[in-house]
């Protein structure tokens, strides 16, 4: 077992703890997101201001989650005869989420519109089965 030196004001917090209190040292890594469930849909709504959807945003369905992968490049550039200021931005985020089981990802859609991406999911009907009877033999 190894030991380390104790240290009382490092922000070595869990990533949980990290999005609760929106907080983030490697920059944005993650993303906000809402899960609703309406009617016999899930609808999953990311906020995800200044990318492009076409070209910086991958959404994918592997093993019973959904991957969210992005990239942001922003930068702002201010001139004038007296300042220069040039702000900029620039990291990858993504969020794993796990979906109901029986989704099949043929049946995911997303939209984007003003900074919001929006994944709705069927929710997949229970499968009800037949108990199958079982023969008795006799020994």
């Known amino acids: 077992m190894a030991l380390s030196r104790w240290e009382p004001f490092a922000l070595d917090l869990p990533d949980r703890w990290k999005r ?6 490697e920059g944005e890594r993650w993303m906000r997101v809402e899960e609703i469930h309406e009617d016999d849909t899930l609808v999953i709504r990311a906020e995800l201001p200044g990318v492009d959807p076409d070209k910086d945003v991958d959404i994918s369905v592997s093993d019973g989650v959904l991957h969210i992968e992005g990239r942001r490049e922003e930068s702002k550039e201010h001139k004038d005869e ?4 040039s702000e900029f931005r620039y990291g990858t985020f993504s969020r794993d989420l796990a979906l109901p089981k029986g989704v099949e990802s043929k049946q995911v859609k997303a939209s984007y519109r003003d900074g919001i991406l929006e994944v709705r999911i069927p929710w997949p009907a229970p499968k009800v089965e037949a108990p199958e009877r079982v023969a008795i033999s006799r020994t």
């Open 20 to 25: 609760l209190l929106d907080f983030s040292p």
């Open 82 to 85: 007296r300042a220069y200021r």
